[in-house]
């Protein structure tokens, strides 16, 4: 099994949709959370990040984590064409070695 | 300030030849990375670098090497490339940690 699991969809939704992603992980010692983003053939980004429980919203983008249920997710309003990309979770604890997700796949239509 | 540049962009190897992907960034960031990416797989770790002088083995280490030649850079070698190698590799860096810069990435195939 992956220490960290996410559907690689793949997502289509309409413009102005909200796009709803997770991921889920099985390590307790993972603490920082993040969201990258990655645009066909570039590199990833980072999107947003989150230490420990709770939530963070950053204009359209909201972060969410249940580090009891051990579950992430990421929420996207109003939704552009250009969000279009690959979502990648990613996690860690204290070493700053990142565990990443699948990724998954958005594509939204104008 | 041109962040993270890797080279070469692309690259046809024959089983059994070596090469050696170069990472550099002007960041003045202490710690970089090498991730490989196969669909379906995510970005998977192969050797990081915490500092300067320093290397450690990733996920997936088998068949790679690493040199971290000065703070700006560090680079990745295939002694003898295999058809499992064909992937996409990333380098990235980091001040924080979590907050990684990741380069535009290098294309390998291996015949």
């Known amino acids: 099994q992956k220490e960290v699991e996410q559907d690689p969809g793949p997502l289509s939704v309409p413009e102005g949709a909200i796009v ?3 991921c889920t992980y099985s ?4 603490q920082y959370f993040m969201w990258y983003r990655q645009y066909s053939r570039k590199g990833p980004e980072l999107l947003m990040y989150t230490y420990s429980s709770g939530n963070k919203e950053d204009g359209r983008f909201t972060a969410q984590v249940d580090k009891s249920s051990k579950y992430i997710s990421l ?5 552009q064409p250009s969000d279009s990309a690959t ?7 204290n070493d700053y070695k990142l565990s990443f997700g699948a990724g998954t796949t958005v594509t939204v239509r104008a | 300030n041109a962040g993270v540049t890797q080279t070469p962009k692309f690259q046809v ?5 070596s090469m050696t992907l170069q990472c550099a960034q002007d960041m003045n960031h202490n710690s970089m990375y090498w991730y490989r990416q196969d669909p379906g797989m995510g970005l998977r770790l192969i050797y990081y670098s915490a500092s300067e002088g320093t290397t450690d083995k990733g996920e997936v280490p088998n068949g790679y090497n690493v040199s971290r030649l000065n703070k700006r850079e560090f680079s990745l070698r295939l002694e003898s490339a295999a058809p499992s190698q064909t992937s996409v590799y990333f380098c990235a860096s980091t001040a924080t940690g979590f907050e990684q810069y990741f380069g535009p990435g290098t294309r390998l195939t291996v015949t």
């Open chain 1, 20 to 22: 709803s992603l997770n």
């Open chain 1, 27 to 30: 390590n307790s010692a993972f």
């Open chain 1, 75 to 79: 929420f996207i309003r109003d939704s």
């Open chain 1, 87 to 93: 979502y990648l979770c990613a996690m860690s604890g």
């Open chain 2, 13 to 17: 190897l024959k089983t059994g030849q």
